[in-house]
């Protein structure tokens, strides 16, 4: 036994209006429907057509998507990349220049500059960053006493910009 779904009284309007005539079009269907005071939408035409067999609709989960979607997983399985971020990679390795890979692939040629500065700065750090620092870096006592007066020295130089700034800013109000 088999429970059936209640449809909104919009939707039961709609298959009621496409059973009496299937070639209703949806602008007059509509028109009907807010004269009853029913919101009525395109993708509920659309559902009642494909229930009672007037359009054809494929199985949910066998379109474009589903089918990409498989060969791609497909593909991966065997080891090839098919991706174009993994073509440009491995074109990239072949030495081609920037415009041949784009035109090859099918892609732009920014992206394919933008693959190849990401392949090249793994592990490097963007411009201003400190370096980080390492117990290794610090030869035993000596390499703390060190650090510790670059740190002074620092506090020291901050210390004179505040005052500095502090100054300014008291001219500047008083």
Do not use: H, W
Request: charged share 25%; aromatic share 2%.
């Amino acid at each position: 036994m088999t429970i059936k779904k209640p449809q909104s009284p919009a939707m039961e309007f709609i298959v009621d209006a496409l059973k009496k005539n299937r070639k209703v079009a949806y602008a007059d269907l509509k028109a009907k429907a807010d004269e009853k005071k029913l919101k009525v939408f395109p993708i509920m035409f659309g559902r009642a057509q494909a229930m009672l067999g007037i359009v054809k609709s494929a199985k949910r989960g066998t379109g474009k998507v589903a089918k990409a979607n498989a060969s791609a997983k497909k593909a991966a399985a065997n080891g090839n990349g098919s991706s174009k971020s993994a073509q440009v990679r491995a074109l990239l390795a072949t030495g081609m220049t920037a415009a041949e890979i784009a035109k090859k692939v099918g892609c732009s040629v920014p992206l394919v500059y933008m693959m190849k500065s990401a392949m090249g700065r793994a592990g490097k750090r963007g411009p201003g960053r400190p370096r980080s620092v390492s117990a290794e870096g610090m030869d035993g006592l000596e390499g703390i006493v060190a650090a510790v007066k670059n740190n002074e020295r620092e506090r020291a130089q901050l210390r004179g910009a505040l005052e500095r700034i502090q100054g300014i800013i008291g001219e500047a109000l008083g």
